[in-house]
């Protein structure tokens, strides 16, 4: 299936189950902004516990709170948001479309890695078992002259961001004849930087005083409250502050459903360290990230790092872990090492000290940070992909089948009685009753077992309950999985245990540790 047709197949789901729903759909929508339904919410609440129980429960090291959205507008002066957050913006003349600069090109340099890919598979082919990856890579002379020209590009490209050159930037891709994708013309407009933040105004006295912005990032308010919280959590160094919440960013182009939005949720976090160590934990935040992501059983191959060409203007290191979306692989998480800039900048506009007094040395510091920061509506998005399976079965019935990470799953249980009558339905309420405390319970009557079955495996719940007229005579019940379709019958006392070793929070956070 063509990537494209797979986003739509998506979208379709999400907003025929109840996960995500064009925001004011009533009213034709609103670009980029979405609402997520009955299931959806369900689905981003459990990706959030697995971050905040990850990040905070399993680290003593580790602390959250939750900041307002306004923050005092010199936040963002300090920040250095006012002045740089923008994005290198360009216009095709005959299609109207915006794009970004920075992301034509990075398209383009990601097509030509593909080129790379495709001659490997041909090298492999031709070669067979004596394929040596290494020596074809140093030999080929397609493979050598693709890989000359993304070297030059990589670097002009570079150069023209650092420098914020943006005439280099449209002569790039103009040399590199760049077409527009709706158009198909080269004919492009000046590149123009862009301010991201969105503003308000607060009060009832309209005027240059009163703007305020939407938050485009929640770190700043872990920044702010730096101190607050070292000092009333007695917190000692390394430690880090994590926080989920609302950003809000103006995106020049905000398609691909979920993946960009511009009013879209981030969990991050801070992780506060002394100056010089700052390299060895940004190393070490970026295995325990990955680590994180790969406990979802969603297939290492799915991910991958990517450093960054243009390092933020408060960055020393920074990288990405990139997910292979529908659209192909796209940044899902951020990791910064930010250095001391933040903390530096809040002091100096706020007069404020900003340090850390370290009882064993007697000394005082600005501490350095590393900055984990990943979207809740990308990680959506990446389960959802991962999920969604179109299968053929043996009979010829066809089935759309979600398989979601069990813990994550919206509703964990479905409890179905075979039929309507008999006592069976009491026999579903009892047993639903038991398990309700602990667990997201569906209960479905409605039609055949095989349609509720697949209504099931539509909304990804790892397991169906089916109480019978045996379930009246010897307590037990059919458990059907959703992966392998298989059943098995076990007693109803057994079922909270059984649960608990395949679908509760302990099963999945104890892989990790
Ligand atoms: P991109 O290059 O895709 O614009 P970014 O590098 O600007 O992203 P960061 O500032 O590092 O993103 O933000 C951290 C995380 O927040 C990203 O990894 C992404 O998961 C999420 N994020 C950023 N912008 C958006 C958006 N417009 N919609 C949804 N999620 C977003």
């Not at 980029?32 to 905070?56: P, S």
């Not at 900041?67 to 360009?90: C, E, Q, R, Y």
């Not at 492009?188 to 607060?202: G, P």
């Amino acid at each position: 299936m063509e990537p494209k047709d797979r986003l739509k197949d998506l979208i379709s789901h999400c907003k025929e189950y109840g996960f995500i729903f064009p925001s004011s759909e009533i009213y034709d929508g609103l670009a980029a902004t979405y609402d997520y339904g009955q299931m959806g919410v369900e689905l981003k609440n459990n990706i959030k516990t697995y971050w905040w129980k990850c990040m905070t429960q399993l680290n003593s090291h580790i602390v959250g709170i939750d900041s307002a959205i306004f923050m005092h507008p010199t936040t963002w002066k300090a920040s250095g948001h006012v002045d740089a957050f923008n994005d290198p913006l360009i216009d095709n003349k005959d299609s109207k479309k915006r794009y970004r600069a920075d992301v034509l090109l990075e398209e383009y340099l990601e097509k030509q890695n593909q080129k790379i890919q495709k001659e490997v598979e041909k090298g492999e082919k031709r070669f067979g078992d004596a394929f040596d990856m290494e020596q074809f890579l140093a030999t080929n002379p397609n493979v050598l002259r693709t890989q000359e020209k993304i070297n030059e590009v990589h670097h002009r490209m570079k150069k023209a961001l650092n420098d914020s050159n943006l005439e280099d930037l449209r002569q790039l891709i103009l040399d590199l004849e760049i077409v527009c994708p709706i158009s198909g013309s080269k004919n492009w407009t000046e590149v123009r930087q862009f301010n991201l933040m969105f503003s308000t105004s607060l009060g009832s006295v309209a005027g240059e005083s009163s703007t305020i912005y939407l938050r485009p990032e929640t770190a700043q308010g872990i920044f702010v409250n730096f101190l607050n919280v070292q000092k009333s959590g007695r917190m000692k160094i390394p430690f880090g502050i994590a926080q989920i919440g609302k950003a809000f960013r103006n995106e020049i182009v905000a398609r691909q459903f979920i993946f960009r939005m511009r009013e879209f949720e981030q969990m991050e976090m801070q992780f506060f360290v002394k100056p010089g160590e700052e390299l060895m934990w940004y190393e070490h935040w970026k295995e325990a990230r990955k680590k994180w992501h790969l406990n979802l059983g969603m297939g290492e191959g799915n991910y991958r790092f990517h450093d960054h060409i243009k390092l933020a203007h408060y960055a020393n290191a920074a990288c990405d872990i990139e997910f292979n979306f529908p659209m192909g692989f796209k940044e899902l998480e951020g990791i910064h090492s930010r250095t001391d800039f933040d903390l530096k900048q809040h002091e100096m506009h706020s007069g404020k000290k900003l340090q850390y007094f370290d009882p064993s040395t007697n000394e005082s510091y600005v501490p350095y940070v590393i900055e984990t920061s990943v979207g809740l509506d990308r990680l959506f998005l990446s389960v959802l992909t991962a999920s969604y399976h179109e299968e053929k079965l043996e009979d010829g019935s066809e089935r759309t089948v979600l398989k979601i990470p069990p813990a994550l799953a919206p509703y964990k249980i479905a409890v179905l009685p075979l039929v309507k009558k008999d006592g069976l339905p009491e026999k579903a309420q009892e047993i639903i009753q038991m398990l309700r405390m602990n667990y997201t319970v569906q209960y479905d009557e409605k039609d055949s077992i095989g349609k509720r079955y697949r209504r099931q495996d539509a909304i990804g719940t790892p397991f169906a309950i089916t109480v019978d007229h045996e379930s009246l005579q010897n307590e037990t019940v059919t458990i059907r999985h959703r992966d392998t379709m298989l059943q098995e019958r076990i007693g109803i006392q057994t079922l909270t245990e059984y649960l608990q070793s395949h679908c509760s929070w302990s099963a999945l956070l104890s892989k990790l540790h």
